[in-house]
């Protein structure tokens, strides 16, 4: 089930990044990380209302962490989506799958307790070299589809898309230690909206308010809203993989949503893509599915399950 939480949180950020790229036409990216907030702040408070969940909670130090790295990488990732094409942004921002993949190959490595055999020869950790290969494609895939994109007036909003997608990786990070320890979904994206209100108001309040329109406004509603929306989705996912197998299966289908932003690119913004970078997604998506069979064969019981 957390497959297809992961596939709809991806769409709803997919959208989400069309109104922000339109949106960032009149606002500045501080004022849209504040609307996002603001207006998740309310959705979110309202929902836990209905499902009875108390906002109150034990472990504020998360939330302040998860907080603010998620903001700085939500403030880079709009800053991306305004300077360069929606499917390019969304792919440098979901490249924390990546991260999270390496993240998971790195902590086996850490945990492998070295066994000499009867020769003694050490012997190497089971299915490592092809796990890292198949990260490594991943990796390729993403270049092949930044290749055709990135013009040469688009370097700082590359780099913000990079950063967006490393730091994005350890905010998830967080966020499934906030389940295990049984931390509400709704209460946790409460709160990273509470940060997202907080640090996008400070910003503001340095660069100053671009003047106010109705009609220009009316795009930050669903701003808000499907960016509470795919939080909600996304953490549920998370919350819902109680293995390492299982969070690396999440972590790929992230990869959806940059098939969902091309077409958005594609039929929206006229944003042209060839074959070289649909081929990057091809591999993208492959490498995914390889690095999932290799792990569950290499873990076939995570420690998460004992507890």
């Not at 360069?84 to 492998?112: D, K, R």
């Not at 109680?242 to 098939?259: C, D, F, M, P």
Request: proline share 5%; net charge positive.
């Amino acid at each position: 089930m957390q497959a297809l939480w992961m596939i709809l949180a991806a769409f709803l950020f997919a959208s989400m990044g069309v109104c922000v790229k339109i949106a960032s036409n009149w606002f500045t990216m501080t004022e849209l990380v504040f609307w996002r907030g603001v207006i998740g702040m309310i959705f979110l408070a309202l929902l836990a209302r209905r499902q009875g969940v108390r906002l109150g909670t034990q472990y504020p130090g998360m939330h302040v962490w998860r907080s603010v790295i998620g903001v700085f990488s939500l403030g880079a990732w709009f800053y991306a989506i305004a300077g360069m094409p929606l499917a390019t942004a969304m792919t440098l921002n979901y490249m924390s799958s990546v991260w999270i993949a390496a993240f998971l190959v790195g902590g086996a490595l850490l945990a492998w307790v070295p066994l000499r055999g009867r020769d003694g020869r050490v012997a190497p950790p089971p299915l490592q070299v092809p796990l890292v290969m198949t990260v490594l494609v991943g990796f390729g895939g993403v270049v092949l589809v930044l290749r055709p994109s990135v013009g040469a007036d688009q370097g700082l909003a590359g780099l913000s898309g990079l950063l967006s997608g490393m730091t994005a990786a350890f905010a998830y990070m967080q966020v499934i230690a906030l389940s295990r320890i049984g931390e509400p979904e709704t209460r946790t994206v409460f709160y990273f909206a509470m940060g997202s209100a907080v640090f996008g108001g400070l910003g503001t309040l340095i660069t100053g308010m671009s003047p106010w329109d109705w009609g220009h406004a009316l795009w930050l509603l669903p701003v808000g809203l499907l960016a509470a929306g795919g939080q909600l989705c996304m953490t549920r996912a998370y919350s819902s993989a109680r293995t390492s197998a299982a969070t690396l299966v999440v972590a790929n289908l992230q990869y959806s949503g940059i098939i969902f932003a091309a077409l958005y690119s594609l039929l929206l913004f006229k944003d042209p893509i060839d074959g070289l970078a649909w081929a990057g997604m091809a591999l993208i998506i492959v490498s995914g599915i390889a690095a999932t069979v290799l792990r569950q064969r290499a873990v076939p019981k995570a420690p998460a399950e004992e507890h």
